[in-house]
């Protein structure tokens, strides 16, 4: 199948979804003004996945076509009933009267789509990074037999990941027929057309509900150019979301350029302004002679490590800071980028909510209730779902939810500390429910998370923060100045002062104090680990191992002074916390004063509620989602999650990554206000200021692009071959520059179901291709990675030496042992094997089959005689 017709069948099998569950998106999200269009397909794709998949689980379908089909059929159904009562009479009437709307929410998914298709087929290998893994567990998941999915490099286990987005890129690969390589760039570029749409669709609802809001305020008319308004809103916050990226881009050009640079006498060249920015690669002179577009190897790399920590001692530690641009410019398929429409889903569902009530129709707050209404179960299973796609956007999407469920509970009967109760409740609920409906996920899935650490030295300095997130603050900035400066209540407004003040002094307290525990304790394990009570000795020298990881990833064991650089460093590198106290006093500040404080159970119910409903506006809603921004930017200032790396690196990952989420809707919904509210003079400034950052945030794309995507040469013959050579096949590098391999993998693929064994090569690394290729399980691969998804080594055992005695052995019944233990029934021999291991060939030849043989690369198949042990 050509590439052409791969991309044709692959963004028709998604458009046919996306018809398929807009009835049910309908009535959903009926209270959004878009009632839910732009969501259709992500929800439609989440729909039909989780039917195959919990059907495939329980074993009611198999994982073929035909499953698929059947789940599909399921939805279908599921959206024909959802048309009763004269919901297919009230749907017809509104298509009819918001084509716009709806052309408006395909043009932008088609735009994003075949843009982000072209630029995959100029740079479409599957190679580096983690692209080899993700391609195994997509192959693996086609080649599972049942659910739940085999891990591809560790035979005889089933994947321990978050792997519901990967089911939806196999189903969606099965159904249209295009092969992996073509199917894994095919998922990148719909899921950037996908996101792109959402966006879209919650900027747009957000300036629509923004527009009837003033509309009603002033008593005029709400008319079709305010639909327009919220249409062309829409493409900017795509926009925001997906191709904004942070300054990083900027500097690499300045830097190129040579700018700040001081050349001295003795010729050496040094810089204050580079030297105190600080960014790794950017603080050494650069490369001469000097240009504007940079030309150092890697160099769009940087971007996603703006940030690094210094332990106590100096040393450097790396911080991953991706941003959806730079995800998707790297092209991983990863879950945090898997996630990206379904965690806009999840904040249309919170959106849909609140808006309801502003038309007063509130939610009902008795959880049992929930429980009757087919609403929450579907709510239930989006949110459920954020832990299948990206288990650590899960209690923040719940988070959102209930946030927005308690406000709207206080906007109705004003504010009491049962409302604390009330959120965990909520909370607990949600969480509860979410859990049951993905159990066997995760019954099967292990964590390397391992509670909570202090962020002691670890501070994200002020410049760092800037660079990261100022396109989207500046004008999130500017905006909440603004709606502070037209309150009518700025008294009241004025409490986020002493609320941020006193949040962020316990945050910083608590880290400190939780530090001081864990250095105490270390010292009470020395003690105890003296003991004659070998229980003592026992719990002293985990104490003592525990507190040694912590104060060695500082660089010291020293926890005094530990301590006190982590309180010289936030005094004097002030500047992220600074911001975010300025944000969160004026977030909370607005949030506040729309809040009543008292319990106004007295007043008439239906009056009262009347009353709240029209002082609920979109203003509230972008608050809360900045809000969450802050929360999620700020916690890793105080605190991380405890992983294998044993560093804050993971926690800042996911965590900005969510900001810029959040902080892209906010920032796009800001711009629109600002531009129409704005007069005269400060219109004008305004205008200029956002022009200004709006073009230096897209720097990044635009450089990172021309360097990606191999378009910066010179030699003109050189970039034709290269165009002409294009394609959406991840894989056609492997005939071109290994062929042999390529046709071993084409014979094992065909081959029947069987544990193979290769070389074990580490993690990133290109060992692996054939189980990755066929989908086929191999002993052991990427070790490093085994022990992240599995929070350990227990299940890898000695795997990694006893498949290097099986190639190294010359004693056969040595292999044998090994082939029984792990029930092999092929083994490679290629290059990776030659240089991986010092191979005994002649016992494989002895007694082993060979299968299949070209030049460099020969596939023993293991005789059932073996496995008996009649051999």
Known sequence: MSDFLSALFWYLAIMLIGVISFPIAFRFLSRLPGKGYAFSKPLGLLLWGYVFWI???????????????????????????????????????????????????????????????????????????????????????????????????????????????????????????????????????????LTAAAAFGIVADLIVFWARGKAETSGEEFTEGQKSLGRWSGLLGSLFILLISNLEGLMEVLHAKGLFWKVNADGTMTSRFWSWLDIVELNQVPIQPFQWIPTRYLVWWRGSRVLHDLNTMGGSIEIIDEFPFFSYLLSDLHPHVLAMPFDLLA?????????????????????????????????????????????????????????????????????????????????????????????????????????????????????????????????????????????????KSLRGWSFAIILIGSLWLISSLFGAFIFAAGNLGGSLAASANMRLVALGNKLTFAAGLFSGVHGTSDGTAILLSSLTRRISSPGTWVTLTIMLSLTWGLIASGVNHKDDAFEEESLRDQEAAKSLNANGFVLFIVLIGIALSGFPEFFYLRDDFGTRMNTIFKFYFQTWMFWGIAAAF?????????????????????????????????????????????????????????????????????????????????????????????????????????????????????????????????????????????????????????????????????????????????????????????????PASVMNGDD
């Not at 459920?384 to 406000?407: E, H, K, Q, R």
């Not at 660079?467 to 502070?484: G, Q, R, Y």
């Open 347 to 491: 904040m249309a569902i919170c959106l849909n909510l609140f808006i309801g009530a502003s038309e007063n129709h509130w939610p009902t707050w008795k959880p049992l209730g929930w429980l009757r209404t087919w609403e929450f179960w579907q709510t239930a299973l989006v949110l459920g779902s954020m832990a299948f796609f990206n288990t650590w956007d899960f209690p923040i999407y719940v988070g959102l939810y209930c946030l927005v469920l308690i406000y709207l509970r206080v906007k109705q009967s004003g504010w009491r500390a049962k409302r604390l109760w009330e959120f965990i409740k909520f909370g607990l609920t949600f969480g509860v429910t979410g859990v049951l409906l993905f159990l066997p996920f995760f019954l099967g899935f292990k964590s390397q998370a391992g509670g909570l650490l202090p962020s002691l030295d670890f501070i994200t300095r002020g410049a760092h923060f800037w660079v990261m997130f100022a396109p989207l603050m500046i004008p999130i900035f500017l905006w909440l100045f603004h709606t502070w400066r037209n309150t009518e209540n700025k008294g």
């Open 670 to 862: 800001a711009s629109v206000v600002l531009w129409r509210e704005l007069r005269k003079w400060k219109h004008t400034l305004f205008s200029l200021l956002w022009i200004l950052v709006f073009v230096s945030a897209l720097v990044y794309p635009v450089v990172m692009l021309n360097y990606k995507m191999d378009l910066h040469f010179e030699n003109k013959e050189i970039a034709r071959a290269e165009i002409s050579s294009w394609t959406l096949d991840g894989n056609a590098y492997m005939k071109l520059y290994y062929a042999d391999e390529a046709e071993a993998v084409v014979w094992l693929d065909s081959a029947p179901d069987g544990i193979i064994a290769e070389a074990i090569g580490g993690s990133y690394s290109e060992f692996g291709r054939m189980s990755e290729l066929t989908g086929k399980q191999t002993v052991l691969m990427w070790p490093g990675h085994e022990m992240q998804w599995r929070g350990g080594t227990a299940e890898m055992g000695s795997r990694e030496s006893d498949i290097a005695n099986l190639y190294e052995s010359a004693y056969w019944f040595k292999a044998e042992d090994i082939i029984r233990q792990y029930n092999i029934r092929y083994i490679i021999l290629g290059n990776f094997e030659r240089d991986a291991y010092h191979v005994n060939k002649v016992k494989f030849d002895n007694h082993l089959i060979v299968v299949f043989q070209n030049k460099t690369v020969t596939i023993y198949e293991v």
């Open 55 to 193: 059907f495939a689980e329980l074993g009611v379908i198999q994982n073929n076509i035909g499953g698929e089909l059947l789940a599909l059929l399921i939805v279908l159904s599921a959206s024909g009933l959802s048309l009763r009562n004269g919901k297919a009479a009230e749907l017809w009437k509104w298509v009819k009267g918001n084509w716009k709307t709806i052309l408006g929410v395909e043009l932008v998914f088609l735009l994003f789509f075949v843009i982000w298709a072209w630029v995959r087929s100029t740079n479409p290998e599957i190679v580096g990074t983690e692209k080899p893994m993700e391609q195994a567990f997509i192959n693996a998941i086609l080649n599972s037999p049942t659910f739940p999915p085999r891990d591809p490099w560790l035979s005889g286990y089933a994947i321990s990941y978050y792997y519901f987005g990967y089911v939806l890129i196999a189903m969606l690969i099965r159904v249209t027929g295009v092969v992996t390589g073509v199917g894994y760039n095919l998922t990148s570029a719909s899921w950037f057309g």
